[in-house]
Nanobody
Framework: QVQLVESGGGLVQAGGSLGLSCAAS????????MGWYRQAPGKQRERVAD???????YYADSVKGRFTISRDNAKNTVYLQMNSLKPEDTAVYYC?????????WGQGTQVTVSS
């Protein structure tokens, strides 16, 4: 079983920056993709960004050019640097890890962007 611990959410003004991190531990075998989803109140969970073990990245159109995903394989940790934040980025952000086990999810961390 894989456990994920997220950190780094909070409250920021529009135009500001926040960084999220998600550390995986437990029965980790061959982590493949790692990434982030988010869910705003009343909306479906949205794919935000992910990164493969080889470093290939995906970004949702809504965050391209503002968010950067990275990972430290030695630490089994994925990061999301969020710049130029907008009120519409307000959501609970969830990290995930794909490995030999079924997809694991973090507990979620709140990001609130005030206008």
């Amino acid at each position: 079983q894989v456990q994920l611990v997220e950190s780094g959410g909070g409250l920021v003004q529009a135009g500001g920056s926040l960084g999220l991190s998600c550390a995986a531990s437990g029965s980790i075998f061959s982590i493949n993709a790692m990434g982030w989803y988010r869910q705003a109140p009343g909306k479906q969970r949205e794919r935000v960004a992910d990164i493969t073990s080889g470093g290939k990245t995906y970004y949702a159109d809504s965050v391209k050019g503002r968010f950067t995903i990275s990972r430290d394989n030695a630490k089994n940790t994925v990061y999301l640097q969020m710049n130029s934040l907008k009120p519409e980025d307000t959501a609970v952000y969830y990290c995930y890890v794909d490995s030999a086990a079924p997809r694991s999810w973090g507990q979620g961390t709140q990001v609130t962007v005030s206008s």
